[in-house]
């Protein structure tokens, strides 16, 4: 038995404090909940360690009993939160389901309310499903974007098609793995946030954060119909699980098109963190990259993103992360583009920004990204902003 629930995305530390917190994966295997029983411990958590001692302080589950791969994705981001008049230091997370907690550094203990939803059960046998925690804090439930939708993209599955039954699934209801190699139901533990985090606006107290609205489709095969599945579908993607009897079979969706016809692909949203609430969001990218040479340019639906967004003193949101191969500058207060550079391959990462000389400079890595097929390169790019800093 594996036992996963470990930390791969960086680590934030409250020197003064003396804490270091966590962002910690989900337990092993992914998507059969069967074979691991209880409450799971601290998987899926954000856990706040003694820096002196590496005693945990608290922790925080963002999703119980986890059956979606819904591990938290990027860096704690610490902050002074204002919401409803009283400030607090918190710490912000950012999930794949969409969502977003705001917990008080010292206790854990959510600043912005969370609500606790009934998830619907089914799917493999022998598993009962916990309900995911969700805040109303969010950016956005990706979730609910695929199940709303009206229709599906002509090549969004390849040969396949949604169900009708995927299709009508109520709003906020969990796509469980199923047994059903004929029916594959979604699972978007590649949308949401991901790496990169967000960016925070402490004198506005506005959070801005890239989503994605990308998604797998997954089903449980028997152990004994592995090697039948593979010569049946080769796109699909099996792997054994380490608690047979099940094995997991998993296919990425076209990333050209959203997968479902009112949903956008890639969105930059700010939430103003005093209330909780959406102020805009946008979509982020275009198909420029993703159809070479096309005559059909798709500049409403945005792209799946992966890298984050960083906010600058005077108002400004730089961002990467589409697929199209783009800096972008944002006014913080409107959502509007303002200013886009060319970068010699994909930009997955986080702009950083210097000052040097008076001269404020803009920095990224366009290194591009295998799994999101952007072009790959070996350049760090750097752009000055016009005027010297006063």
């Known amino acids: 038995m594996a036992g996963a629930a470990n ?42 360690l003694d820096a002196t001692t590496g005693k945990p302080v608290w922790s925080f589950q963002t999703t119980h009993h ?70 109303r804090s969010r950016a956005v439930a990706v979730a609910d974007a695929h199940q709303r939708g009206r229709g599906v993209r002509p090549d969004s599955l390849g040969p396949r098609r949604l169900s009708q039954a995927d299709r009508r699934r109520p709003p906020r209801r969990p796509l469980h793995p199923a047994l059903d190699a004929g029916d594959h139901p979604l699972s978007v533990h590649r949308g949401g946030m991901n790496w990169g985090g967000l ?22 095969i028997p152990q004994a119909r592995v090697a039948a599945a593979r010569r049946a579908s080769p796109a699909w993607r099996s792997r054994r699980s380490p608690a047979p009897p099940m094995a997991c079979a998993a296919r990425r969706c076209s990333r050209r098109w959203p997968a479902v016809q009112s949903a956008a692909l890639g969105q930059l949203h700010a939430i103003d963190m005093r209330t909780g609430k959406v102020r805009w969001s946008v979509p982020l990218g275009t198909t420029r990259d993703l159809a070479p040479g096309s005559q059909l340019l798709m500049r409403d639906v945005g792209t799946p993103n992966f890298g984050g967004p960083m906010a ?60 999101a097929d952007t072009k790959r390169g070996d350049k760090v790019v750097a752009y000055a902003l016009p005027g010297p800093i006063s």
């Open 7 to 48: 930390v791969w995305a960086p680590m934030s530390t409250d020197e003064a404090r003396g804490l270091v917190f966590l962002p910690t994966s989900s337990a092993s295997p992914d998507f059969y909940g069967a074979a691991r029983k209880g409450a799971e411990g601290q998987a899926n958590s954000v856990v706040a």
């Open 66 to 135: 986890d059956v979606w791969d819904y591990d938290v994705p990027a860096q704690p981001t610490l902050a002074d939160v204002s919401f409803h008049g009283r400030t607090t230091a918190a710490v912000i997370q950012v999930t794949k389901q969409g969502l977003i907690f705001t917990l008080a550094r010292d206790t854990g203990i959510p600043i912005i309310p969370v609500q606790e939803r009934p998830v619907a059960q089914g799917g493999a046998p022998a598993r009962r499903c916990r309900p995911p925690s969700h805040s």
């Open 199 to 220: 960016a925070f606006d402490s004198a506005r107290q506005v959070a801005y954060v890239n989503t994605s609205s990308a998604m797998h489709l997954v089903t449980l």
């Open 312 to 371: 600058t003193a005077s108002g400004l949101v730089f961002i990467s992360a589409a697929m199209d191969n783009y800096l972008r500058a944002f006014d913080g207060r409107t959502g509007r583009e303002l200013w886009r550079g060319r970068l010699p391959a994909g930009g997955q990462a986080t702009p950083m920004t210097y000052v040097w000389k008076g001269r404020q400079y803009v920095v990224i890595a366009a290194g591009g990204n295998a799994k």
